[in-house]
């Protein structure tokens, strides 16, 4: 069994409300320094070793994502 690790993100020209509502609320915190924030959604999948790196972009544009407005990333984790 692998480890994948398939992570999410709104398009760079796509508005990100939760993460400019994170953006607002941190100096409020008092925390200082952070310019900007993006949030997006990170899935962990265990698959056979025999899956390949076709069958998991696949998985990743088909159900995971919405390409029309999210980029997504697949990496295997070693553990």
Excluded at 22 to 42: E, N
Aim: glycine share 6%; with cysteine.
């Amino acid at each position: 069994m692998a480890r994948v690790v398939v992570d999410v993100m709104p398009k760079a020209e796509i508005l990100d409300p939760q993460g400019q509502a994170i953006a607002g609320a941190l100096p409020r915190l008092g925390f200082t320094g952070v310019a900007d924030v993006r949030q997006g959604k990170r899935f962990e999948l265990e698959v056979a070793d025999d899956v390949d790196d076709a069958a998991l972009a696949q998985i990743a544009q088909t159900l995971l994502c919405n390409t029309v407005i999210e980029d997504w990333t697949v990496r295997r984790v070693q553990e």
